[in-house]
């Protein structure tokens, strides 16, 4: 929420057009995305289980990592005057987390693990997508700049 309601300011900050924080968060978004379609061994920092260099809560990156703070930045960039729509789509979504994340038993007994898999790699596929869109609209306003 910090991110949606100081956006502007955090980039004024920075120095940080909103195209640069798009074509970058399309870049990060699009890792991640890959990671999902094709996961690795090891950690998500690609070291080996117990060689991470620091000790980061798990729903942090998971839940608020880089791509997910550099959305929230551009779209409050984007619409200013759009701020109370853009937090209730914030607690939508985090009520959506919550209960994945809850029920996730559940969801392992519905699907089971080739289910759960499948799923990831889907998610990834259109995490792939909106990454591309992303970057590209970031090209698109950069070269009208």
Do not use: C
């Not at 984007?78 to 607690?91: H, K």
């Not at 029920?103 to 759960?116: A, D, I, N, T």
């Amino acid at each position: 929420m910090l991110f949606l309601f100081a956006g502007q300011s955090i980039l004024t900050f920075l120095h940080v057009k909103p195209e640069t924080l798009s074509i970058s968060g399309g870049i990060i978004l699009f890792i991640i995305a890959i990671r999902m379609i094709f996961p690795q061994t090891g950690s998500v920092a690609g070291l080996a289980a117990g060689d991470e260099p620091f000790i980061v809560p798990m729903a942090i990156p998971m839940i608020a990592g880089p791509s997910v703070i550099a959305s929230i930045l551009l779209l409050s960039t984007q619409n200013p005057n759009s701020l109370m729509e853009l937090s209730f789509a914030v607690f939508i979504a985090w009520g959506a987390t919550f209960f994945i994340l809850m029920f996730y038993s559940f969801f392992h007994k519905l699907l089971g693990e080739r289910g759960l898999k499948a799923v990831e790699r889907l998610m990834g596929l259109l995490l792939v997508m909106i990454s591309t869109q992303m970057f590209l609209d970031g090209i698109k306003s950069y070269m009208e700049s």
